[in-house]
């Protein structure tokens, strides 16, 4: 049986996969919002001049992510830069990671050559026991992709306890728009907190690759170094700070976005699969039959992120009318054969 790519959103590999040209493609595999921000037209000189770092940038992600100005804030070329060259500014250490979760951290942490730690939602539940061994844990809040938050209180008491023996605290903000009070950003001038932040996922601006960095100035100016010159591009910083301060249109998405959520959610239990966890950019969907359903919708070129452990699918929201309709008659039609499959057994 043919496997989803390792990340969602690579079309021309599924392409070739399942025999369906590239343009036919309705990809809901990334959670990125498909009702995205507008980018403007970008002045000349946008493109002509090197990157700036007093060009403004800075002070809009302080004030729009309420930063605290002792905080030191490093604008990224996406989230995923960060990811890679946090794990090069600590000597190998006891690292735990989600588990499920964005595979890029563990990856990251154990090329680096940490020994990386999976946490288990079950260990979560338990207690805090397990956060005893470890010298940096990285979280993702919510977890992508299971959509579970953990509360701001919480994870100030992991805080302190890794920061008391030196730790770190790493936590992944990719999927955290719409949450209210659950953002470390205001608390990111404590030694030890590191917070990531992504444009990609809420203004639908993957392609940009923008986001920024919030933590002590000692562990933002070590990334920066890592990172070297000009690292995020002028066009990058140019629409992000656009983007940050169009508040009116960042409202309109988050009441589109859990409507839509919503309206995802009810479209599946429709079809009379389990309810769903998730954020307000995608479903997540626990299931025994992930792989058949995730193979079924592909070639039909609805390209979903399929999980193997557990099995799971993690659907991203449809934009206009048409897209939902596509995605309604294929679902139809996939139950269809579920239920075949099953009455044959």
């Not at 769903?276 to 950019?281: H, P, S």
């Not at 479903?283 to 193997?308: E, K, T, W």
């Amino acid at each position: 049986m043919n496997r989803m790519p390792t990340h969602g959103g690579r079309l021309i590999e599924a392409a070739r996969r399942w025999g369906v040209p590239l343009d036919h493609w309705l990809d809901l595999s990334t959670g990125i919002n498909r009702r995205g921000w507008t980018v403007p037209p970008l002045p000349a000189r946008v493109w002509r001049q090197l990157p700036q770092e007093d060009d403004g940038l800075d002070l809009v992600l302080r004030e729009t992510r309420r930063a605290p100005g002792s905080a030191g804030c490093l604008p990224v070329p996406g989230s995923q830069a960060a990811i890679q060259a946090l794990p090069l500014l600590r000597s190998p250490c006891r690292v735990g990671v989600p588990g499920p979760g964005f595979s890029e951290h563990a990856r990251c942490w154990a090329l680096a050559g940490h020994q990386v730690v999976m946490v288990s939602p079950e260990q979560v539940r338990r207690g805090d026991d397990w956060l005893r061994s470890l010298d940096v844990l990285v979280w993702a809040n919510p977890n992508n992709p299971t959509g579970e938050t953990v509360g701001r209180e919480r994870l100030l008491d992991w805080h302190s306890e890794l920061v008391g023996r030196d730790g770190w605290l790493v936590v992944d903000e990719a999927f955290a728009a719409g949450y209210q009070g659950l953002s470390l950003v205001p608390m990111s001038s404590a030694p030890g907190l590191v917070v990531l932040q992504s444009l990609g996922p809420f203004f639908g601006l993957a392609g940009v690759r923008a986001g920024a960095v919030f933590a002590e100035p000692a562990i933002t100016d070590a990334l920066a170094a890592r990172l070297g010159p000009w690292s995020l591009s002028s066009p990058a910083r140019y629409i992000m700070a656009r983007a940050l301060k169009d508040t009116i249109w960042q409202q309109q998405a988050l009441e589109q976005l859990r409507s839509d959520s919503d309206r995802l959610d009810r479209l599946l239990q429709g079809m009379g699969l389990p309810a769903t966890t998730g954020t307000l950019l995608y479903r997540y969907l626990a299931h025994p039959d992930a792989a058949l359903m995730a193979d079924f919708l592909a070639g039909r070129g609805i390209l979903v992120r399929y999980f193997d452990d557990p099995p799971a699918l993690r659907i991203g929201l449809p934009g206009d009318s048409f897209e939902w309709e596509r995605l309604k008659r294929t679902l139809q039609h996939l139950m269809n054969v579920v239920d075949q499959g099953r009455a044959g057994c």
